[in-house]
């Protein structure tokens, strides 16, 4: 796949099964989002297939995208709209949806200039999931937010991929978030775009611990692929003796 004459992906293959999380890692410009376009169908593919058969599909981008004429409600409730669901049945669907995921019944009368930034995600959250896709494709959604909330959302969407068994594809710079979340970890280089390993995370994604997940980040951190690929030096070996912290050391900070 090119822009112009600048190749932007080449030898690209792989598979997502249902029920499966696959995330896409690599630094800016390797074409991860590019990828996931052409997943989506939102750019025509120059070479090669993209052969989805998946019968719907989600897409939850980095930002929120909410329509600030609507509501919360509405703008969950907005693809359901669009399938022909009726007034009513839409707007249960989507309260029902919006309270498992933390909203509260007064947040969803409102509009999004009136709701936090990590309550627009889960608005935007729950607009993708209310449609029960059978492929929800991530566009690091979660990369705005803070460690907390960014913790709760995980959490909530692990909840709903379980329960759902939708195939989920996502694209992160956040090596951490692709533990915490796939079955698998695409590792992506640029110049052009492609795809040089495949790391199979055997743990179920919801029995890993904080533990596990830096354990095994770390891990991955110093393969030779990962590190080529984000541009870091080769791996040091880690030091048989740490130095001491000098008597006296510190630091202070006074604001007055």
């Known amino acids: 796949h090119a822009f112009g004459r600048d190749e932007v992906l080449a030898g690209i293959d792989f598979r997502l099964r ?3 999380v696959v995330a896409l890692v690599g630094p800016s410009g ?4 590019t990828l996931l376009h052409l997943a989506a169908g939102l750019l025509t593919v120059q ?12 897409f939850m981008f980095q930002q929120p995208r909410l329509l600030p004429w609507k509501t919360a409600l509405d703008n969950i409730a907005l693809g359901l709209k669009a399938a022909g669901v009726g007034r009513d049945e839409r707007h249960f669907r989507a309260r029902e949806l919006a309270l498992r995921l933390g909203l509260a019944h007064r947040d969803l009368d409102k509009f999004p200039h009136q709701l936090s930034g990590g309550m627009q995600s889960r608005v935007a959250l729950a607009r993708a999931l209310v449609l029960a896709p059978e492929l929800l494709l991530l566009d690091e959604p979660f990369s705005a937010l803070d460690v907390g909330l960014k ?3 995980y959490r909530l969407l692990l909840a709903q ?3 759902q068994g939708m195939g989920v594809l996502m694209i992160t710079h956040d090596l951490m978030e692709a533990v915490r979340l796939s079955d698998a970890i695409l590792v992506m280089a640029p110049t052009p775009g492609r795809i040089v390993c495949r790391f199979e ?8 611990d904080d533990a596990w997940v830096y354990h095994h980040t770390a891990e991955l951190l110093q393969t030779a692929a990962v590190r080529d690929s984000f541009g870091l030096p080769p791996a040091v070996p880690a030091l048989a003796e740490v130095p001491a912290v000098r008597p006296g050391a510190g630091l202070r900070l006074v604001v007055p």
Do not use: M, Y
């Open 18 to 20: 249902a029920g499966e």
């Open 30 to 33: 390797c074409g991860k989002t």
């Open 47 to 58: 070479a090669g297939e993209v052969s989805n058969s998946f019968s719907s599909t989600a």
């Open 151 to 153: 913790e709760e959302l």
């Open 161 to 163: 991929q379980a329960e």
């Open 201 to 208: 995370l055997g743990q179920p994604a919801a029995s890993r």
